[in-house]
C-alpha cells in the first residue's frame, strides 16, 4: 500500500472557520467542487485558482451537514441540523427554495437520477421524498424506520431510496407504494467496537460493470467501508442487499464514504 505525507498535499483550504462537514464535485465542470461547513456557509471553489473560493453561499441558520450538485451543475442541495433542504442556484449565488418538513436535524438531501425529485432524511426517523415542482410539502413521508436515518441515496431507477440508521440497518423505501421492502441488519457490532452506526450511505455513479446498477458505499462507526450491491431477487420476490467488498484501513468510524 502506498504511504502518502504532507508533501504530497498539492493545497490546503482553510476558508471555513468551522469543520468541513461535505464536499461534492460538479459533475458538469470538473474544476468546480463545493464544500458544506458547520459554519453555516457553502464555499465554491475552482481548482485552478485556491486561493479564495468563488462563491461564499449563506442562508442556514445552523452548520450544514450535506451538499451535492445536480448533473448539470446548475443547482446545489444543502442539509442542515435546522432541519431544512435548501436548494441553491450556482450560477446567481442565492437559495432559491426552502423544503421544510423535518421536525428533527436533516442529514442528507440527495437529488434523484433525473434531479426531479429529492430525498431527505434526519434524527425524526423520516424519509421525505419531494417533487421539485410541487414542493410545498413531501410527496412521500415516511417513518417506518426504528431509529435515526444518518444517510440515504436512490437506485438508478428512482423507485427505491435506501437509507441507514442509528442503529445499524439498511433500509430500502419502495416510492410508489411508500413501504419498507428491505429491513437489512448489516452491521453487527465487533468487541471493541460497541456501536454500528452507518454514517454513510452513497450510489455509486456510472461504474465501468454495465449490469452493476445498484452499487453503494457504506462507511460506519466499525471502521469499515462496504461496498454492496442492491438487487431484485426474482425467486423471492423481494429485493436482496448483499456485500460484495470489505474495505479495512480505518482507525475510527467513517462518516462519509
Same mark, same amino acid.
Given at each position: 500500500?502506498?504511504?502518502?505525507?504532507?508533501?504530497?498535499?498539492?493545497?490546503?483550504?482553510?476558508?471555513?472557520?468551522?469543520?468541513?462537514?461535505?464536499?461534492?464535485?460538479?459533475?458538469?465542470?470538473?474544476?468546480?467542487?463545493?464544500?458544506?461547513?458547520?459554519?453555516?456557509?457553502?464555499?465554491?471553489?475552482?481548482?485552478?485558482?485556491?486561493?479564495?473560493?468563488?462563491?461564499?453561499?449563506?442562508?442556514?441558520?445552523?452548520?450544514?451537514?450535506?451538499?451535492?450538485?445536480?448533473?448539470?451543475?446548475?443547482?446545489?442541495?444543502?442539509?442542515?441540523?435546522?432541519?431544512?433542504?435548501?436548494?441553491?442556484?450556482?450560477?446567481?449565488?442565492?437559495?432559491?427554495?426552502?423544503?421544510?418538513?423535518?421536525?428533527?436535524?436533516?442529514?442528507?438531501?440527495?437529488?434523484?437520477?433525473?434531479?426531479?425529485?429529492?430525498?431527505?432524511?434526519?434524527?425524526?426517523?423520516?424519509?421525505?421524498?419531494?417533487?421539485?415542482?410541487?414542493?410545498?410539502?413531501?410527496?412521500?413521508?415516511?417513518?417506518?424506520?426504528?431509529?435515526?436515518?444518518?444517510?440515504?441515496?436512490?437506485?438508478?431507477? +428512482? =423507485?427505491?431510496?435506501?437509507?441507514?440508521?442509528?442503529? @445499524?440497518?439498511? #433500509?430500502? $423505501?419502495?416510492?410508489? *407504494?411508500?413501504?419498507?421492502?428491505?429491513?437489512?441488519?448489516?452491521?453487527?457490532?465487533?468487541?471493541?467496537?460497541?456501536?454500528?452506526?452507518?454514517?454513510?450511505?452513497?450510489?455509486?455513479?456510472?461504474?465501468? +460493470? =454495465?449490469?452493476?446498477?445498484?452499487?453503494?458505499?457504506? @462507511?460506519?462507526? #466499525?471502521? $469499515?467501508?462496504?461496498? *454492496?450491491?442492491?438487487?431484485?431477487?426474482?425467486?423471492?420476490?423481494?429485493?436482496?442487499?448483499?456485500?460484495?467488498?470489505?474495505?479495512?484501513?480505518?482507525?475510527?468510524?467513517?462518516?462519509?464514504?
Amino acid at each position: 500500500m502506498p504511504q502518502f505525507t504532507t508533501k504530497d498535499c498539492k493545497a490546503v483550504i482553510r476558508e471555513h472557520e468551522h469543520s468541513v462537514d461535505s464536499i461534492s464535485g460538479n459533475p458538469a465542470k470538473e474544476t468546480e467542487f463545493a464544500t458544506a461547513s458547520h459554519d453555516k456557509t457553502i464555499m465554491l471553489w475552482d481548482l485552478n485558482n485556491l486561493k479564495k473560493p468563488v462563491k461564499v453561499l449563506k442562508g442556514h441558520s445552523e452548520g450544514i451537514w450535506n451538499v451535492n450538485y445536480t448533473q448539470n451543475g446548475q443547482q446545489l442541495a444543502s442539509a442542515s441540523p435546522e432541519g431544512v433542504c435548501k436548494i441553491w442556484d450556482v450560477r446567481g449565488g442565492k437559495s432559491v427554495q426552502d423544503l421544510k418538513y423535518h421536525t428533527g436535524r436533516c442529514y442528507k438531501a440527495m437529488w434523484n437520477n433525473s434531479d426531479s425529485m429529492i430525498a431527505t432524511c434526519g434524527s425524526d426517523r423520516m424519509v421525505c421524498v419531494w417533487d421539485l415542482r410541487k414542493a410545498a410539502k413531501p410527496i412521500v413521508i415516511n417513518n417506518e424506520s426504528e431509529s435515526c436515518i444518518m444517510a440515504c441515496d436512490w437506485t438508478e431507477d +428512482n =423507485k427505491h431510496v435506501l437509507s441507514s440508521t442509528m442503529n @445499524g440497518h439498511i #433500509n430500502s $423505501l419502495n416510492v410508489e *407504494t411508500n413501504k419498507m421492502v428491505l429491513k437489512h441488519d448489516t452491521m453487527a457490532c465487533t468487541p471493541e467496537i460497541e456501536s454500528n452506526i452507518i454514517y454513510s450511505l452513497k450510489a455509486v455513479k456510472n461504474h465501468p +460493470n =454495465k449490469r452493476a446498477t445498484n452499487l453503494f458505499t457504506i @462507511g460506519a462507526e #466499525n471502521k $469499515l467501508i462496504y461496498l *454492496t450491491d442492491y438487487n431484485p431477487s426474482a425467486k423471492y420476490e423481494s429485493w436482496l442487499l448483499e456485500i460484495s467488498s470489505k474495505y479495512e484501513g480505518h482507525s475510527a468510524g467513517i462518516r462519509d464514504a
